[in-house]
């Protein structure tokens, strides 16, 4: 089955600068690329997704860039704020399923 | 559409006790999914339903879990006995198969304590 790990675990920036979470899948038939946001106490919510005909997207400050040939893809928060602290996850998606696989998270802390 | 609608949202219980978690899906969607969420293991794909029929439900523990979807709009997760290494926030997500891009929305989970 899929894999997805995701790095780092923890990051912390200066409010203003740019925050980057990687991640790698396992299985070549994913396709579809989702982002979640989870914040203290919340339930996850999407804020981005790319597919895999796609290397990069972008919405207001948040871009994701995605790589087939070497199996990853990043987010990218720029001029980061107090309110983008929060728990992020990657998923990926197989072509052949509608399951999600999720990677561990990244805790992501604005410092003001 | 209210989203995901999950019950309750916080449920206490004693070692051994049965516990029932409720979801209903939003409208129009035709696949539900029951995730468990600790600090250990993140993000956990317990059971997953197309069309009301179970498809994958490889990521339940063990046989002390179970879930049925009567229904299109309505799922229940079920703990006998439960155990405290069972406490976690359990969320039920709702998409549209076929719609390939299609992110899950969650519900707001429910967060179980077994003591």
Redesign the interface.
């Known amino acids: 089955g899929e894999n997805v790990e995701q790095h780092p675990s923890t990051l912390s920036v200066q409010e203003g600068d740019s925050a980057v979470i990687k991640c790698t899948y396992s299985d070549s038939a994913s396709?579809?690329f989702?982002w979640?946001k989870q914040e203290l106490g919340?339930?996850?919510?999407?804020i981005i997704?790319i597919?895999s005909n796609v290397g990069e997207k972008k919405d207001q400050r948040i871009a994701v860039t995605l790589n087939k040939t070497a199996k990853h893809f990043s987010l990218h928060i720029t001029e980061t704020q107090p309110e983008d602290s929060a728990v992020y996850?990657c998923a990926a998606?197989p072509?052949t399923?509608?399951?999600?696989?999720?990677?561990?998270?990244t805790s992501l802390t604005v410092i003001p | 559409d209210a989203g995901v609608i999950q019950s309750p949202r916080h449920e206490v219980t004693e070692m051994g006790q049965e516990v029932t978690l409720r979801c209903k899906p939003i409208s129009g969607h035709n696949?539900l999914?029951w995730y468990r969420q600790t600090m250990m293991r993140?993000?956990e794909?317990l059971i997953?339903f197309?069309n009301n029929v179970p498809?994958?439900d490889s990521g339940m523990p063990e046989d002390r879990f179970s879930a049925k979807m009567p229904n299109a709009s309505f799922s229940t997760l079920k703990i006998q006995p439960s155990e405290p290494r069972d406490s976690a926030v359990y969320?039920c997500a709702s998409?549209l198969?076929g719609a390939?891009?299609y992110?899950?929305?969650?519900?707001?989970?429910t967060r179980l304590t077994v003591v």
């Not at chain 1, 919340?42 to 999407?46: G, T």
């Not at chain 1, 399923?97 to 998270?105: A, E, H, R, S, V």
Request: charged share 10%; net charge positive.
């Open positions: 396709n579809y989702p979640y919340k339930r996850p919510q999407l997704d597919r996850f998606s072509f399923g509608n399951q999600f696989y999720f990677g561990t998270g | 696949s999914f993140g993000l794909l997953y197309n498809i994958d969320f998409n198969q390939q891009g992110g899950y929305t969650f519900g707001s989970g």
